[in-house]
């Protein structure tokens, strides 16, 4: 029986604990594991760097939730993207999406280029960008759609094609979305890739990543790395994320409920300049974004009119959105890129790419939608009251 995302989120990876039938994957906290006679582990558990029921119960449910057979979890979505790159040689060259987060833009320019991997930003947005800059020497192709923190969307299926004809892998940060909202395997991506920490996690209180394949090479190649570089998450974190995993389709709704909200009410009023969401009409790619997606994410950008003072007031006056870097918790945040989560990347660079120096980024959370919305309404009166009266 093929069941769907909502059962497999409280099922899969999770049949009750065999000695006692706990319901719950318990927390294996444990560092070794005591074997039968020499050479003889039980179950096949020797060390928890290598292996852990716990974290073996969170990678199989990630995986289910992909659609893939393989799952394998490292301590945070950086090192996820690390690990990566371990499928690489030296002198290969990786495509990246131009508009990705600051720190996967500081690892490919200041960690891989250290070790002759050289990365070309381009916008994947652009079917015929991306065409241009194929060649032999591209082995990867790392698409982050939508994009963190302006939203771009890349067409996954057209991309993996010209990827595949090119012989390239194609990896998807799908961190934004989560398997909830989209499923890049599906779409022809080799590796899905997440920031455990955001919506998989959803409660803000663990740091990790994770990755999932359908291809069984690739899987024992992460697999072997996970174990040889070893930045693995620890058994109670990986506890965290599958309870995190269980509630996932819910809080994703919850969460673009209060988005498509939101979204609309900034781009009524009269002090923002624009608001980018992908459930606007508005949006350059709502079309793609309805047929690629299954929602559209509790993220959204936009900038106030006046400068970066203004957003200054904004961030510093919300009470319920929290001014902080991260996404995808069940409460909302507010953060201006430019200054933080994106501060990794050179101004001139930012700038270029769209990201104003009074660009806001809010994640939104699960709160009542109306209280959102009187949070903002107050933060943008004080904001705007020295522009606009
Ligand atoms: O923080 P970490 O778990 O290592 O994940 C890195 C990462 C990877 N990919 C995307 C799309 C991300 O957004 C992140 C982390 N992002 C933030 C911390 C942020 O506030 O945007």
Redesign the pocket.
Known sequence: MKYQLETLAIHAGQDPEAMTGAVNVPIFQTSTYAQAGLGQPRLGYEYSRTNNPTRQAYEQCLAALEGAKHGVAFA???AT?NNCMYLLQSGDEVLVSDDV?G??FRFFTKVMSKFGVQAHFVNTSDLAEVEKHLNPKIKMVWV?SPT?PLLKLTDIRAVCKLAKANGSLVVV?N??MSPAFQRPLELGADIVMH?A??YLGGHSDL???ILATNLDEIAADMRFHQNAVGAIPGPFDCFLALRGLKTLAVRMQAHARNAQAIAEYLEAHPAVRQVIYPGLASHSQHALAKAQMHGFGGMISFEIKGGIEEARTLVESTRLFLLA???GGVESLIEVPATM?HASIPRERRLEMGIADGLIRISVGIENTQDLIGDLQQALEKAVSKTLV
């Open positions: 945070s979505g950086m993207t987060y720190g996967t982050e963190n940060d961190t934004f920031s920490t955001k740091v990790g990543g870097e991260s996404l989560t």
